[in-house]
């Protein structure tokens, strides 16, 4: 049966962020907590299965990768459809610059700032708004 989450993670073959993103929810979807309603999938965006999926995601920028986006079952139908960001362009404090505009997700800010790692406590903030909506 499949999880009330997915996490469709963008990555690309020899990316070392994307390892370790893709490794730190690994992590995070091993404990009970958050292994119970999510799972993930994993897209390279070089592949074209992954770039298919990266296209309809609409809204992550191909120079921002490794990224992530969240999508819950819809239970009439049984496919996972991207879930909305609430709040669109609301500063998020945890999330900070990372956050997708559209949909609720990730993707990695390359800026001096953010220094491009998207970290546990990121990851599981944006785990935590999933289950909120």
């Keep these: ?24 929810i690994d992590a995070l979807l091993e404990k009970p907590e958050w292994g119970g309603d999510f799972e993930k999938l994993y897209a390279d965006a070089e592949s074209e299965d992954g770039l298919v999926a990266f296209a309809k995601a609409e809204c992550i920028s191909p120079n921002r990768i490794p990224a992530v986006l969240i999508s819950r079952i819809d239970e009439i139908s049984g496919a996972y459809r991207p879930l909305a960001n609430p709040e669109p362009g609301k500063p998020d404090s945890v999330l900070k610059k990372s956050k997708l505009y559209q949909y609720l997700g990730l993707q990695t800010d390359y800026t ?3 220094k491009g790692l998207i970290t546990p406590k990121m990851i ?8 909120a909506l």
Aim: proline letters at 3%; one cysteine or more; glycine letters at 8%.
């Design 1 to 24: 049966m499949p999880k009330k989450f997915q996490l469709t993670v963008f990555g690309k073959a020899g990316c070392e962020k994307c390892k370790v993103l893709n490794a730190r």
């Design 124 to 131: 599981t903030s944006l785990l935590e708004e999933a289950r």
């Design 112 to 114: 001096d700032d953010g």
